[in-house]
DNA sequence: CGCGAACTTGACGCGAACTTGACGCGCGGG
DNA sequence: CCCGCGCGTCAAGTTCGCGTCAAGTTCGCG
């Protein structure tokens, strides 16, 4: 039982703002991976996943909320935004988005690394681990490419199809509530429209089981939620 | 089965502040509870244990802090602090104690709204406080999973059945009563419909008993309510 | 402006789950 | 000794949740 050295993924296009975080994390024993545009980070987060991101949202090729949500759709990994933008609705719309926490240059280098803790902390008592690319039996998510086949053969999703499996298959083994599923896909105003679920579930399982009227994978907990087969 | 509604411990002592924040938090959908000073909150966390807490640290009759590290002992609740001290040490040493967040005065409305929705977001995902899997004697109860095994093989439990076992494995050795099952299982309003106790009982017993006429481990306490031995 | 994909909404049948009532048993007290 | 009470059992009867289908409705795109 050692203790693993977490990993932090800078994502920051100025040079010299990226070799002080750089200094300053190294020299607290963190592992860190560097990105400077999106598509790097986009390709680090899938490659390597990172035990925290600091992402800097004023980078060349993009807005970095767009790589927030994307991220946000398969992995509950901490990401602290670093931004020079103080303006509220900056912070609202970067919270809102999935980031853990929100800090503006300039910023002290022991309240950085304070953050980071705490960012950690979370994740470490939530758990789940999450890899970009998910296999259940027969059924593989690819996140990166936002694809699904079912024993081999690509499988074509609707939006709403698409969320609901990545959520099961973030979770799979679990029951996932009517509440929690209904809350993650249509929002907080919708977790008593059950009903959505059943027509959704049903199109589904039309696409991912052999026999759509005797499950093998996805199964329905009666009055309670769904569950996404391990085994 | 109607929606939670969060509740909010608001710990500031105050007054203009506490109804700025008062009327930010019931404006949009919180529930809010208030107190003015140490002594107050430690009451109110431990009687009415609040979803979140926003926590001043100047308090009149200690150090904030402390209520913090206690109430770490034995919640999660996330704790967001709000203080006028925005020394680097003051944010690093809350953040550390347990903190989730730290805000200085003055902050806008939204950001802490936002902030709190973060908070709660955490919450959520990290799930229940109750331990997931509960084990007594042959039988496992695994709350993620909603699946109760018997000797290592699967039982399936209708949802009453399956809450009715939750609920005893979770006082094992300690005997329930009648009034209390139901509320609980049934709600406040059939807490004398005694029979349903006996017709739901037997089904369970049925399931997890080897020999149901004479139960090993799902006791009743003639007259009080049941049981589940601990062995 | 029209088309198609995706989503919402409603109706319906089916089976599981729950409720309800009747009955028998054991036990303790009148 | 018999009666009442609490409990367990069983078998109806009824409700409820789920899956299914199909008819709207919305929305983006050509």
């Known amino acids: 039982m050692t203790e693993p050295v977490d990993t932090v993924l800078v994502v920051e296009d100025e040079v010299p703002m990226r070799r002080f975080l750089r200094a300053a994390l190294a020299s607290h024993g963190f592992r860190v991976a560097e990105a400077g545009s999106l598509r790097e980070a986009e390709r680090a987060v899938t490659e390597a996943p990172p035990q925290a991101i600091l992402l800097d949202l004023g980078l060349p090729d993009g807005d970095g909320l767009d790589l927030l949500r994307r991220v946000r759709e398969w992995s509950t990994a901490p990401v602290i935004v670093v931004s020079a933008r103080e303006r509220e609705d900056d912070k609202v719309t970067a919270l809102d988005a999935g980031a853990d926490d929100y800090l503006t240059k300039p910023f002290g280098t022991s ?7 705490v960012a950690l902390r979370h994740a470490r008592a939530q758990g789940g ?64 429209h059950t009903h959505y679920l059943r027509v959704h579930m049903a199109a589904l399982r039309r696409k991912i089981e052999a026999d ?15 569950r996404l087969r391990d085994e």
Chains 1, 2 share one sequence.
Do not use: C, N
């Open 111 to 117: 309240e950085l690394l304070a953050r980071i803790r």
């Open 129 to 192: 681990s999450a890899e970009p690319v998910m296999v259940i039996g027969p059924i593989r998510v690819d996140h990166a490419r936002h694809e699904v086949t079912v024993g081999g053969a690509a499988v074509h999703l609707t939006p709403i199809e698409f969320r609901l499996l990545a959520l099961l298959a973030q979770h799979v083994g679990k029951v996932l509530t009517h509440r929690q599923l209904l809350r993650e896909v249509w929002g907080p105003r919708a977790t008593q």
């Open 212 to 226: 759509p009227a005797r499950p093998r994978w996805l199964a329905t907990e009666a009055g309670v939620g769904y």
